[in-house]
């Protein structure tokens, strides 16, 4: 799984830290600018027209009714708005987005095959692909054409005429889209959920001739089930005929008996919701010299970094608050039920190729991160960004072959390290901080659904705000394109403030245009007969609006969450509460400057 | 701002300008109005001089380049004033997907009523207006008379105290035109007050007590319409039932005054007035061409009596 960014504590998040500006304190420091910038524009514009005092006095005017309309909003005037904008997107016929989904969905049964690896995430990250693209449509055209609509058709005429405030008339159509986009959103949400369990639902019979006795194994046997949807599973029975379907393609199946044969049970693990602790990660280099990153293997990509197999090369990760478990915890006192369960994903470059399909080796040791003390090396294959769960047994063996106990002699002050290396030369493994986690109890697969679609919620929420926002000034068709901007510029943030700071390669806009047309590469010095200067100075100021502008705009790259529900990882309830909060702040603040706007605006012109 | 005075407007100025801030054109000029609690006030002017635009002033759905306009002694950009007030607008401008209960339904909610207020205002509206029977269909499907009937229902939802309607005849049928004219009346005599504006000089005769007319932007004429219209150095006599022999003794009376006689002749009634006579007799009727109602005098104020169908005229012959 990719997370490229930690996670934080919900409240250090909101109120920051000693190295960091909190959400709270950089949302007002927000408000204070687009405040302070409105309120100068508006005195300027309003001087411009008016005259010196008059214009101060249309501002001041303005300003105070603001505050006052804010407690004068009623909740039943906003609500019969947000009923009509519901009516209204019923009758744009807003359903032909079901319609278009359930046929997509019809057709990807044909595209989608279960012969992939993990055929789960190529449907997870389908349908909610899919979901999000639509939703977010939907909610672009809703939210930039409806007001226009209504001063074009002059229906506002009607509205404005009646004790509404425009902040009531802002929100009133923000609700009432977002309540129709979330009912598009539950039910794609219930189709996808149908879909992709209807989808990948099967169930094996075992293969009654691979079935053998362990030999010592008190009537335990194992064998295999037969081939369906592209895959088959090894199978281990008790001496009752129960047991389980190992792991494959991404689930495992139980088995129970039924008279003297076997019954396997529909496919489970297709969903997961696993909850990982992170740790931190530190690296050493092919002589033992810690180092902050590992190797380059010369990926553009730079969010993982390899150690070399078969030197002193590891990835070190070390965890804390880890306590032993309580007695009467497990239900069993196996080595297996007290130990530390983790899971570790390695991304395998290979520099010659070896046998295709077969891991390459690693090993893993656990190591008290006070005294050195280091478990024996257990091995492991290696199959490239393949999630491996493991349980680190209680009962080890030090290096030095002396017997050990992980929570007495290894875990030490509630720290632990895990050292993983690669054990064949000419190969590497990479890694990034979240590629080893200790495995908490997973979460409901269902509810982590119900998160992840959560996520495009809020993305919807903050769509529908901007558009409404914009088409409180402007026509429905610019504001369209204005939306349509935010939400490019916002799935693409972090190149924009790259190129706003000058992190990017080319130089600014201006730089970047002249070397497109004059077909100069980005890396050498730019050559445009004498004006660089004024180039770069033009530069200077359109990159210092740019990183304004970055200050505002949503990153919805971050804001999706589709890979936790593809690759089977639990969303954060702190990285929930945070998209929410973020949520929240762009709604208030959109309401506001919508209102400043429409309140602003001579409605019969 | 007196009590009596419902709406003020001093110095209000209106100049429309393009989107550089360059002067298109100058509305209204200079207008100072004062408008009495409970009566009719009517704006007349051409098309371009200024109704509309002071009409949408009071509103606040334009904002005044220069003086200001009070509105229950609030300035007009002020939401608070409209509470109590009522607005028809030129055209019907409603969602036309709702039907006629929904609509009215939305408008009170903006009012902030309760439910049953609500419910009940509702149901009363739509009887007033007549649209009992087509309370159920969406708007789209009404006529425009319905649409102006739906319309005048949106603006006296809230049971407002100051109703402005801007052209509230226009489009309407002379049947439709006479309910515009009687609802009106009937709301100054519940003591409402109401500003209308419109280009039919009838219309606006027949209802405001007093008048402004604009033209180009600036007040021409203010003044009531009863002493506006006296001429007053001609008198005007009806009477019935004069022979001619009488009629001529009447002209030598006036010529031994020194008077001139402009005109003794028998009175037309107006088209209004015949039209009205004709729908409400077909009505009454069914099947029977209407009778001449000059031929029989003025046309009478309320419908005709419906009579038996026993009549030696054809279905065909209407």
Redesign the interface.
Known sequence: MVLEQDILPYLQWFLGGADSLGALPRFLLIVLGIGLLGLVGGYVMAAARHGVLRGGDITYRTVSAGFRELFEMSPRRIWALARLAMKEAWRRRVWVALAIFVIILMFAGWFLKTDHQDPAKLYISFVLTATTYLVLGIALLLSAFSLPGDFKSKTIYTIVTKPVRSGEIVLGRILGFTLIGTFLLVTMAVCSYVFVTRSLGHTHVVERSSVKLLPGGEGASEGQTSLESYHRHFVHLDADHRGEAESNHGHFHYVEPRGEDFRVLPAEGFMRARVPRWGSLAYLDRQGVSKERGISVGSEWTYRSFIEGSSQAAAIWTFDNIAPPKPGENSSDSDEEEGLPIGLIVRVFRTHKGVIGKPITGAIQVRNPDTGLSSDLIPFGALDAKVDERIISRKLTSTEGAKIDLYDDIVSNGRLQIVVQCLEKGQYFGFAKPDCYLRLPDGSPVLNFIKVYLSIWVQMVIVIAIGVAASTLLSGPVALLLTVSFILLGFFREFFVGVATGTEYGGGPIESLVRLVTQQNVMSPLKAGGVEPAIQGVDGVLKFLMQSLAQVLPDFSSFSTVDFAAYGYDVPADRVFQDLTTCLAYIVGLAVIGYFLLRTREVAK | MSEEIVVQTRSLSKV?RDFW?RQKVRALKALDLEVHRGEVFGLLGPNGSGKTTTI?LL?????PT?GEALVFGKNS????K??R?G?L?E?S???R??NAE?TLD??A????MSPETRQERVDALIKQVGLDKARKRQLQEYSKGMTRRIGLA?ALI?NPELILLDEPTSGLDPLGTREMKDMILRLKDEGKTVIMCSHLLADVQDVCDRIAILHQGELKELGRVDELLTVADVTQIRAKGLSDECQNEIRDVIGRHNGEVLEMANPTTTLEELFLSIVRDSEARPGRRAPNPASKGPAPKSPAKAEPESSSESASDG
């Open positions: 429309y801030g949408k509103l606040g759905l334009l904002f220069s950009t002020d939401v608070g409209n509470e007030l607005y607008p055209e401008y409603l969602y997907f709702l929904e939305f408008y909610r903006l009012f902030d949106q809230n």
